[in-house]
């Protein structure tokens, strides 16, 4: 015990600590004492292992699109690999191909990004820098970079290019020759117009994914892997029958409903837009009218015909199951957009 030795909490004790410590084999006197050495870091080199050599512009691209690959779906995969090819390029042609990627700065891409706008459109733009950033967080993620530069750029203000609604003695005209000339486009119109799918759902569509005895319709969306909707009867009623058909088939193909149609989901949908695009030439129709025009319409009705008999508020509720907007603020900014909710006629307001 410290205490029989002779020590005192109130007194000094460096003459005893020293005769106590120094007799005691491996521990050195007081005052000899080695400081302790504190862990240095090692350094970390971004972007490369020790002994490895820098990775390349073109390399890091190749690694973030091999990750992406396995997370986006394929028509939204093509346009991102596109567009980070693209940038790929730009950046070899620029500083070589064994370029370190941890070099790229902010200014580097805010010059590829200004190149991009002077050749295409501010959508365009602001589209390329969402999957650079994208893809440069991949590499931040990764410890291929020390931090996504990309994030730091601004988007451009842009003016939307909207499909227009159609009159409803035009929307006859284009479905009536749609009936006569191309009753297959005109059933793709119908799952757009009815069941309020965009033209590349309708695409995805496989024969089993069609329910006729429950009146289901089973699809995937942009944002969920797999939805949930009802057939009407309006278009059940248009159906062709399909209990025979493979259920593995695509419900629409060129030469019909139920078939084989080995291509992208992009090619697909490019393939009714030019289809349709025929039926507009041969009516006069601007490009501003196009497959999306059908959605707009039948949305505008139905909710106008719901607001007739409910409160705004009440309309909307029933609206959104139907239309699948994922909250009641996108269904509104959506009806908005399209100009759906419009006012009653105010002319009593100007009397005198």
């Known amino acids: 015990m410290l205490l029989e030795a002779g020590f005192s909490p109130y007194a000094d004790n460096t003459e005893l600590e020293g005769e106590l410590f120094s007799k005691k084999e491996g521990v050195p006197d007081k005052g000899t004492i080695a400081p302790i050495e504190k862990e240095r870091p090692q350094r970390v080199t971004i972007g490369t292992k020790e002994g490895d050599a820098p990775m390349g512009v073109t390399e890091a691209l190749e690694m973030a699109l091999s990750i992406k690959k396995r997370t986006l779906r394929e028509s939204t995969y093509i346009k991102f690999r596109s567009r980070a090819n693209r940038f790929g390029e730009w950046a070899v042609q620029r500083f070589g191909k064994g370029h370190n990627v941890a070099l790229l700065d902010k200014r580097t891409v805010m010059e590829y990004l200004n190149e991009v706008l002077q050749r295409t459109s501010a959508r365009n733009r602001n589209n390329a820098r969402a999957d650079l950033s994208s893809l440069f967080q991949t590499l931040e993620d990764n410890d291929i970079i020390a931090r996504n530069v990309v994030k730091g750029i601004p988007q451009l203000r842009t003016q939307p290019k909207r499909n227009k609604t159609y009159a409803p003695d035009l929307l006859a005209k284009v479905e009536g020759h749609m009936g006569k000339n191309d009753p297959l486009l005109l059933l793709f119109v119908r799952f757009v117009s009815y069941c309020f799918l965009r033209p590349i759902e309708v695409c995805r569509l496989r024969v089993r994914d069609i329910d006729v005895r429950d009146k289901k319709l089973y699809l995937r969306t ?131």
Do not use: C
């Open 222 to 352: 942009k944002t969920k892997l797999d939805k949930t909707k009802i057939i009407p009867d309006i278009l059940l009623g248009e159906l062709p029958d399909i209990s025979a058909m493979d259920p593995e088939h695509f419900l629409f193909t060129p030469e019909g409903i139920g078939g084989v149609w080995d291509t992208s989901e992009e090619n697909k949908r490019g393939y009714f837009t030019n289809r349709f695009k025929r039926v507009k030439e041969e009516l006069g129709l601007g490009k501003e009218y196009g497959l999306y025009s059908f959605r707009h319409t039948y949305i505008t009705q139905l909710y106008r015909k719901l607001a007739k008999d409910n409160p705004s508020f009440v309309a909307k509720s029933k609206l959104l199951p139907i239309t699948g907007h994922s909250t009641m603020d996108a269904l509104e900014k959506y009806l908005r957009d399209i100009d759906a909710e419009l006012p009653d006629d105010y002319s009593h307001l100007f009397e005198r």
